[in-house]
């Protein structure tokens, strides 16, 4: 073999330190010697890793980099290759994108999101009043009784999913989610059976008469003559959401909330000074990665990037968790600044296919800390930090459980 043939050297995905939620320390030293590097993906396959703030935020922009569906990557053909599923937001391309994204974008925006802050306001309340309730000794599982059971509640107040039926649909998005510990055929039955179950439920809703969620708000749409969408886009709708609204705010909101009480000083202004609640939301989206190295996109053209060479169909990995600690992008970036501004994070992505529900989180974490200050103002951990129970099953690590006594 000649030395042009030789194999290429391929750096592991940095793996996340046991007990953090990351991102790794390792990406601090490819972010100043390689920051566009090929990686071994944990799943067998190769990809280029960008860890720079503006590589990672110029290529969710950029349109020679797209996401490839869950069915088609890593590539397979012939008898191989297993039934196309239908694409979420992330995954919708072109025309059809920008039809879809001009009907449901709107729905996501703040001013038409404001119905929803007393009904999220409501359900922190009663959770906290339940929490307290059931206190043992004065202390109770803040990820249990908290942090875990508000997404989804306001996930299905918003979009129309019935909470009854989380039986059905939260093992097959737990089941996606958590897709390293799966085979390929497990993850894609998965995904099947949660679009067959979206199919179901629109056609319940089509049957049960009008309703102000948005699932039916998108299918009133889907009938209208002329309509920029369909059927089928309101079933990506639901997958979508499912996949990328409840398990990531579950963890992110742990892991936030940890951050707080690890940093009592700041914790303590923020409860004197509840105004700096919206700042305070944005450093813990840039602090607490919502994901570490999970962005698969795949380049349509040959592309170079600081000197390296990428091929059409090659998988490039934006990493916003290294993003968002560049320090060529934010002073002290490993340092929670809850009054750090500006914040132009990348947690939610960047450009076209930035995170829709991105207003939906900020005001479920928002309103999340303001009504636990409020509530339980004297909050605190009431175990050790590093003794803290962690979930590490998935990339999206997070506490299990967070003892707190008030």
């Not at 390929?184 to 439920?201: F, N, R, T, W």
């Not at 009938?223 to 992110?252: C, E, P, W």
């Not at 992008?329 to 750090?340: Q, S, V, W, Y």
Request: hydrophobic residues 40%.
């Amino acid at each position: 073999m000649s030395q042009s043939e030789a194999p290429e050297t391929l750096v592991p995905v940095p793996e996340v330190e046991p007990g953090t939620a990351g991102p790794p320390c390792a990406y601090a030293r490819l972010r100043a010697e390689a920051p566009v590097v090929k990686a071994q993906l944990p799943n067998g396959e190769t990809g280029w890793l960008l860890s720079r703030y503006e590589d990672v935020r110029a290529a969710f922009a950029d349109p020679r980099l797209v996401r490839p569906l869950l069915s088609a990557w890593p590539p397979r053909e012939g008898g191989d290759a297993p039934p196309p599923c239908l694409p979420t937001f992330l995954e919708m391309t072109g025309a059809h994108h920008e039809r879809v994204r001009r009907t449901v974008l709107p729905m996501f925006g703040r001013r038409q999101l404001a119905f929803m802050e007393p009904r999220i306001r409501t359900m922190a309340e009663d959770l906290i009043d339940t929490m307290v309730a059931g206190a043992d000794g004065g202390t109770a599982d803040l990820v249990a009784s908290y942090a875990e059971p508000l997404p989804l509640r306001v996930l299905c107040e918003t979009v129309g999913l019935p909470y009854e039926d989380r039986g059905i649909y939260l093992p097959h998005t737990l089941a996606l989610l958590g897709a390293s510990g799966l085979t390929m055929e497990e993850v894609l039955a998965a995904l099947y059976a949660l679009q067959d179950y979206a199919g179901e439920l629109i056609a319940r809703k089509e049957d049960d008469g009008d309703g102000d969620d948005y699932i039916r708000l998108l299918l009133a749409e889907a009938r209208r003559s002329g309509s920029g969408i369909t059927r089928d886009d309101v079933v990506s709708f639901v997958v979508t959401m499912l996949m990328a609204g409840y398990k990531t705010n579950i963890q992110h909101t742990g892991n936030a909330l940890l951050a707080l009480l690890t940093h009592p000083e700041q914790l303590r202004t923020l409860r004197e000074v509840p105004e700096r609640t919206g700042a305070a939301v944005e450093e813990l989206l840039r602090y607490v990665p919502l994901m570490n190295a999970i962005n698969i996109l795949v380049a349509t053209e040959d592309l170079t990037l600081h000197g390296q060479h990428i091929r059409a169909g090659d998988a490039v990995v934006p990493v916003p968790a290294s993003a968002n600690r560049d320090p060529a992008a934010f002073a002290e970036p490993d340092r929670l600044d809850l009054a750090r501004t500006p914040n132009a994070h990348v947690a939610f992505g960047h450009g076209p296919h930035a995170c829709t529900g991105g207003h939906l989180t900020r005001m479920q974490l928002t309103i999340a800390i303001q009504v636990l200050l409020e509530r339980l103002p004297g909050i605190e951990l009431a175990v050790p930090a590093q003794t803290v129970d962690w979930d590490e099953s998935t990339p999206l690590r997070a506490p299990a459980r967070l003892p707190v006594r008030w």
